[in-house]
């Protein structure tokens, strides 16, 4: 279960666990409550018997039993389906066997009514997983999760299809495909259009960079992302006409070709105000592109300041600037950090690793019913 099918960090690192429990002979269902399930055939494409839209609505609580009644591990991911999916397992009986996944140090759980509510159906769940050292300690202390029931499992990836378009790039497509010069210093940003990401400290930042004599004239962003829920992409558009950014920025929508636009990029750069790991950042790393980003949440359990990339404080456009230019100015620095980025990757945050340490949790609930 999970909140939506849409483009994002949680939903794509779903897409992988469902691909990798069924390569090892599971059966796995997959169900949504809203949005427009974007990645619903991608779901069925890796081998979920079905993808099921369940609506957010009261009704969807007898969905979510339905689908239950035939499962062994019922698993619900994000703040809507967790709270959907544990009312359910309260009211219909499969709370042993309900497990919890926490992708992000959700903002919610900072009010104090949501947090309370939280430290009820939050700890009806068997099993709470959560994606980094610091969302266990987030969802603990405002979520009220008793930690006891909280297992870390790291996201991973499948690195091939980075590694394999790092081996060959195309800058020389990409560029004329958005109108850039054949020195731009490319930098990309791969992330929805949500407060969250700050997208317009990101903008902030690349004006004030374009103002360095040395390198300013040939820096180019290229956003990749939407946002199906709100006016975040509007807004960073408004942004930058209003800064007069020009071609210095390109928004090109979500896009497919993900490995290929990373690939052909110099700089992985974000903004972030919070995140739960930030899935992408291991996409940077693994197709040999360093990162500058902000030094929030856990973003530090992944991006190491000073030897995959650098970390600046968030909402400061002046020092996101400064990485930024460190950046361009020091390509054998840059050389260093992608390196480094990309052996992290390799031997911390593999998919194999994470499947497995999932269905291992998995097993030890249905130790717990004795099944």
Same mark, same amino acid.
């Given at each position: 279960?999970?909140?939506?099918?849409?483009?994002?960090?949680?939903?794509?690192?779903?897409?992988?666990?469902?691909?990798?429990?069924?390569?090892?002979?599971?059966?796995?269902?997959?169900?949504?409550?809203?949005?427009?399930?974007?990645?619903?055939?991608?779901?069925?494409?890796?081998?979920?018997?079905?993808?099921?839209?369940?609506?957010?609505?009261?009704?969807?609580?007898?969905?979510?039993?339905?689908?239950?009644?035939?499962?062994?591990?019922?698993?619900?991911?994000?703040?809507?389906?967790?709270?959907?999916?544990?009312?359910?397992?309260?009211?219909?009986?499969?709370?042993?066997?309900?497990?919890?996944?926490? *992708?992000?140090?959700?903002?919610?759980?900072?009010?104090?009514?949501?947090?309370?509510?939280?430290?009820?159906?939050?700890?009806?769940?068997?099993?709470?997983?959560?994606?980094?050292? *610091?969302?266990?300690?987030?969802?603990?202390?405002?979520?009220?999760?008793?930690?006891?029931?909280?297992?870390?499992?790291?996201?991973?990836?499948?690195?091939?299809?980075?590694?394999?378009?790092?081996?060959?790039?195309?800058?020389?497509?990409?560029r004329e495909e958005f109108g850039?010069?054949?020195?731009?210093?490319?930098?990309?940003?791969?992330?929805?259009?949500?407060?969250?990401?700050? *997208?317009?400290?990101?903008?902030?930042?690349?004006?004030?960079?374009?103002?360095?004599? +040395?390198?300013?004239?040939?820096?180019?962003?290229?956003?990749?992302?939407?946002?199906?829920?709100?006016?975040?992409?509007?807004?960073?558009?408004?942004?930058?006409? +209003?800064?007069?950014?020009?071609?210095?920025?390109?928004?090109?929508?979500?896009?497919?070709?993900?490995?290929?636009?990373?690939?052909?990029?110099?700089?992985?750069?974000?903004?972030?105000?919070?995140?739960?790991?930030?899935?992408?950042?291991?996409e940077a790393m693994a197709s040999?592109?360093?990162?500058?980003?902000?030094?929030?949440?856990?973003?530090?359990?992944?991006?190491?300041?000073?030897?995959?990339?650098?970390?600046?404080?968030?909402?400061?456009?002046?020092?996101?600037?400064?990485?930024?230019?460190?950046?361009?100015?020091?390509?054998?620095?840059?050389?260093?950090?992608?390196?480094?980025?990309?052996?992290?990757?390799?031997?911390?945050?593999?998919?194999?690793?994470?499947?497995?340490?999932?269905l291992a949790i998995y097993e030890?609930?249905?130790?717990?019913?004795?099944?």
């Amino acid at each position: 279960m999970i909140t939506t099918l849409d483009v994002g960090g949680a939903e794509v690192h779903l897409l992988s666990q469902v691909k990798g429990q069924v390569a090892r002979g599971h059966q796995v269902r997959v169900a949504y409550l809203k949005g427009d399930g974007a990645l619903a055939e991608d779901f069925l494409a890796v081998g979920a018997e079905s993808v099921s839209s369940l609506g957010s609505g009261p009704s969807c609580i007898s969905g979510i039993a339905r689908l239950a009644q035939e499962a062994d591990i019922v698993h619900s991911h994000l703040l809507k389906a967790d709270a959907a999916t544990a009312l359910a397992a309260r009211l219909r009986g499969f709370r042993p066997r309900l497990i919890s996944g926490k *992708h992000n140090d959700e903002r919610a759980l900072l009010r104090p009514w949501v947090s309370r509510i939280h430290g009820v159906l939050g700890n009806w769940p068997a099993r709470t997983i959560v994606l980094s050292k *610091h969302v266990g300690r987030f969802v603990a202390q405002h979520g009220r999760v008793d930690p006891k029931s909280m297992r870390q499992v790291y996201y991973g990836i499948d690195r091939t299809p980075f590694e394999q378009a790092a081996q060959k790039p195309d800058p020389l497509g990409v560029r004329e495909e958005f109108g850039w010069p054949k020195d731009a210093f490319v930098m990309i940003c791969v992330a929805r259009f949500a407060a969250q990401k700050a *997208h317009e400290v990101l903008l902030q930042a690349l004006d004030a960079a374009r103002r360095d004599e +040395r390198v300013g004239s040939r820096m180019r962003l290229l956003l990749v992302g939407d946002d199906p829920f709100g006016e975040g992409k509007r807004n960073a558009e408004d942004e930058a006409s +209003r800064l007069e950014l020009g071609t210095l920025v390109q928004f090109a929508g979500i896009r497919r070709d993900v490995p290929r636009l990373m690939a052909a990029s110099d700089l992985f750069v974000m903004a972030s105000r919070w995140e739960g790991l930030g899935l992408v950042f291991l996409e940077a790393m693994a197709s040999g592109v360093p990162v500058v980003s902000t030094d929030v949440s856990a973003i530090p359990e992944v991006v190491l300041d000073g030897e995959t990339g650098r970390l600046v404080p968030k909402d400061d456009p002046g020092r996101l600037a400064a990485g930024m230019l460190e950046a361009a100015l020091d390509p054998e620095l840059c050389a260093r950090w992608a390196k480094a980025g990309a052996l992290r990757v390799a031997s911390d945050f593999g998919l194999d690793r994470m499947v497995d340490e999932t269905l291992a949790i998995y097993e030890e609930v249905l130790a717990g019913q004795g099944a």
